[in-house]
């Protein structure tokens, strides 16, 4: 029972446009939504979080969006750079976290 | 602030030999966290500390895995024997007292990539 899902794998962005991340979720009692970025050999580094209350958060080039109706949020990335090609992870929060299985975001000049 | 410390990074084995992994949280960090992720996968909850003590470990296979932390600071997870379906990642992570601001926000160490032949 997959509770986090991110059905994109995978996506390739030019540099300076917009990358857009799903993920889609399933329980209405998640607490918190974090995103994570994760380079290869790397452990997941903390990128951005939103309260369950909420339905932005902004931080620099980073904003989530949270659709709690539709039980969705979305990772915005404006404008992409190189350096944000990753792993990224969604994952939510209720008295664990809950992992999505990730999206490989390729940013190209 | 120093960040989570895992040691080691790579080990291969043997099936049904153990291996043992350490992980130091960052200081003051209350909560301790191990992962495992399978590739592909997400990571996923082992085994929770709240200090010395255990909050969850309902997903630890527990006839061959075990955890402690020992004073409430690092921590050793162990496997015995391991299985080839135990080749994954393992990620170390801490967090800060339910009492502090973003006491949710989980910081990961670099993880230990277990190979079991």
């Known amino acids: 029972d997959q509770q986090v899902k991110q059905n994109s794998p995978s996506l390739s962005v030019q540099e300076g446009r917009i990358s857009i991340l799903n993920c889609d979720y399933t329980n209405s009692m998640f607490d918190y939504f974090l995103w994570y970025k994760k380079y290869p050999a790397e452990g997941p580094t903390f990128l951005i979080s939103?309260?369950?209350?909420?339905d932005k958060n902004e931080d620099g080039r980073f904003t989530v969006f949270l659709n709690k109706s539709a039980k969705h949020l979305s990772l915005h990335i404006v404008p992409s750079q190189p350096g944000d090609s990753a792993v990224y992870f969604c994952a939510a929060l209720v008295d664990k976290l809950i992992f999505g299985t990730g999206t490989r975001l390729q940013v190209f000049p | 602030e120093a960040g989570v410390a895992q040691s080691p990074r790579y080990k291969i084995i043997e099936k049904r030999q153990s291996v043992a992994f350490w992980c130091n949280p960052i200081?003051?960090?209350?909560?301790l966290y191990w992962y495992q992720q399978i590739l592909g996968q997400g990571p996923k909850l082992l085994i929770q500390f709240q200090n010395n003590g255990v909050v969850d470990d309902s997903q630890l296979p527990k006839d061959r895995f075990s955890a402690e932390r020992l004073k409430g600071v690092d921590s050793t997870l162990k496997i015995q024997p391991a299985k080839l379906e135990d080749s994954a990642v393992y990620l170390c992570?801490?967090?800060?007292?339910?009492?502090?601001?973003?006491?949710?926000?989980?910081?990961f160490g670099p993880g230990t990539r277990l190979t079991v032949t």
């Open positions: 992570a801490s967090s800060r007292s339910t009492t502090s601001g973003s006491w949710y926000e989980q910081y």
């Open positions: 200081s003051g960090h209350a909560t």
């Open positions: 939103i309260s369950s209350i909420k």
